[in-house]
């Protein structure tokens, strides 16, 4: 190639700031490698029956997280529970009631708030005002209540999403055709945005599994196993504390082994939870070039 | 239903209509007034439960003492270190945390070639969604004996060094760098993805290299975009908590970087279990100045993103 317009002069410049872009790429994918692997390598030896199906008890001599899924299950379970009505609601208004102006400006900027306080304030918060001020103490209700604060904004904002996302003609065809605007949203809108209402409280799944601080002063530590059905109720009024409030405190501790074991069947969870998010949206595409 | 049914009246009937309507709006309604109480009520109790300390103690022992002896004979409540280690730790883990973050944005959002990208784009995701916890963990067992052995080797000769173990506020820091990635590496990215592409071609057509399009054109063009990232990162390192606790030391100094420090989040947990009185008081009080930077900095983010609605 003679002409030195088809040639390009490589600029030095260029070549080093390549370097550095693909070299902070790289740290990022190789934390996240060295991340799982390590945690695979160090939990898997801690992983058998026992340790997933028994609660740790010195008499019985036996050491396992069963306590803590049952308490990570009833807290996710709880906190959907209050929190998704709540959240869907507050969509549906912002959506499809509200005329834009002051009173939608005052729930939008709550709800951005409400996304970027730390979950340590909603601890102390918890801890005060469900705790002490409601009196519910340490407890599954009390944790379950603080976290339905924290998820709220996640599973306004994708409902919020997903609902943007139906096509005007439905709302006004269902209309047109003499549907009130409760059986219109009921029956139209909600199952149209129903991939994204599941995202949403998927994610808040994720959020509920891996909140730590926000537990720590409100749900407690406890990791006895409901023995009889009339603990099954009785225990959301008794602390109990999730796989990740067991892992630190199994971490503090000293007892490594316990917490990379915790660690790893969280990791499965959290994998879990992103091919969920990940299918769902994909799924959400395709509806949406129809 | 039955009734309704058979109910021949269709006045009555939209009457029933319209009261479930009204119903319907007045739940929907309440449903998102909730956010708005959680946020006034939460405020409301940070105040409440953080100003008695100051009235008690002082706010200048509070806020200007360095000494934190709380459970000393003579106890003595200075948390100006602790908002120090705040301030400096979050400062690091972002000066840090963004050039690799927004360089990694760069790499997805225009440098990567697919196949690459539809790689590093879920683990990104993947790393968001690690619980904190695991990261402290992992910050214990791999940072921390890295930080001891370097710890050894500078201080070889030094009398006055207190040895930490490892636990630091540079282990405190890489650790919130890890935190702060995906949050500053999704947020660039799509501010960058939002770039009108004119801009782009008309860099090429001036004939710009790839990196000088980027570097001159894109990136002050995103820059509304990337500051919201780096403002949403520093809210979210200097709130976290759990990853940090047992990483970061255990008692308050000064920070530099080889010593062991606490920052407003870890003091917090690791005595609130067993604080009492004014020292309670006190831990409070340490929430209200982490909730006063939240709000500053939220507001900040409204304000950015206010300024620039093209890309928000």
């Known amino acids: ?290 | 239903m039955m009734n309704t049914r058979k109910n021949t009246s269709i006045i009555r009937n939209s009457q029933t209509k319209a009261l479930v309507e009204t119903i319907a709006q007045i739940i929907f309604t309440v449903c998102a007034v909730v956010a708005v109480l959680a946020v006034f009520s939460i405020t409301l109790y940070m105040f409440l439960q953080g100003t008695p300390a100051f009235a008690q103690v002082g706010i200048r022992e509070i806020l200007f003492h360095s000494v934190w002896a709380p459970t000393a004979q003579t106890p003595s409540y200075g948390i100006l270190y602790i908002i120090l280690t705040s301030i400096i730790g979050t400062a690091a883990a972002v000066l840090i945390g963004v050039p690799i973050g927004v360089l990694t944005a760069v790499f997805l959002a225009e440098v990567a070639p697919r196949k690459l990208a539809a790689f590093v784009r879920p683990a990104i995701d993947l790393l968001a969604g690690i619980p904190s916890v695991i990261y402290g963990l992992l910050g214990i067992m791999i940072l921390n004996p890295l930080m001891y052995r370097l710890e050894q080797i500078i201080f070889a000769d030094s009398e006055t060094h207190q040895f930490t173990g490892g636990a630091n506020l540079i282990s405190a820091v890489l650790v919130l760098v890890i935190m702060i990635l995906p949050t500053v590496i999704n947020i660039s990215q799509s501010s960058l993805q939002a770039v009108q592409k004119d801009l782009k071609d008309a860099s090429y057509g001036l004939g710009a290299s790839q990196i000088q399009t980027i570097f001159r054109v894109q990136i002050p063009a995103a820059k509304s975009g990337i500051i919201s990232a780096v403002v949403l990162g520093v809210g979210r390192a200097i709130g976290e908590a759990m990853a940090i606790s047992l990483v970061s030391g255990s008692s308050v100094n000064f920070p530099l970087p080889f010593n062991s420090v606490r920052f407003l989040t870890t003091a917090i947990v690791s005595e609130m279990g067993y604080a009492a009185d004014t020292h309670r008081m006190v831990l409070f009080s340490i929430g209200l100045v982490l909730f006063v930077f939240i709000m500053l900095i939220n507001t900040l983010l409204t304000k950015i993103l206010k300024g620039a609605p093209q890309d928000a």
């Open chain 1, 1 to 290: 190639m003679p002409s030195s317009l088809q040639r390009k002069k490589p600029r030095i410049a260029d070549r080093v700031a390549y370097v550095f872009i693909y070299l902070s790429a790289a740290i990022s994918v190789l934390i996240l490698i060295g991340i799982i692997g390590y945690v695979f390598f160090r939990g898997v030896g801690s992983i058998n029956l026992e340790f997933l199906t028994k609660a740790t008890s010195a008499r019985a001599g036996t050491t396992g997280i069963a306590g803590n899924i049952i308490n990570t299950l009833y807290i996710i379970v709880i906190t959907l529970m209050v929190a998704a009505p709540i959240g869907i609601g507050s969509a549906v208004f912002l959506n499809e009631y509200a005329k834009p102006g002051k009173f939608v400006r005052l729930i939008e900027f709550t709800t951005e708030i409400l996304s970027g306080i730390p979950s340590i304030i909603f601890g102390l918060f918890g801890m005060v005002f469900f705790g002490t001020t409601l009196r519910l103490g340490y407890s599954i209700l009390t944790g379950a209540l603080t976290l339905t604060l924290m998820i709220l904004p996640l599973i306004t904002r994708n409902t919020q999403e997903a609902l943007k996302t139906v096509p005007n003609s439905y709302r006004s065809g269902a209309l047109g055709i003499g549907a009130t605007k409760w059986y219109m949203i009921r029956t139209i809108l909600l199952p149209s945005a129903m991939p994204g209402i599941l995202t949403g409280v998927i994610l808040a799944i994720g959020r509920i599994v891996g909140e730590s601080a926000a537990l720590l002063f409100t749900a407690g530590s406890g990791y006895i196993l409901p023995k009889t059905a009339s603990d099954f109720f009785s225990k959301i009024f008794e602390s109990g504390g999730t796989m990740t409030i067991q892992l630190y405190l199994s971490m503090s501790k000293g007892q490594y082994d316990i917490a990379f074991g915790i660690a790893l069947v969280l990791l499965v969870i959290v994998l879990g939870i992103n091919f969920a998010t990940k299918y769902l949206a994909h799924k959400f595409d395709l509806t949406k070039k129809k």
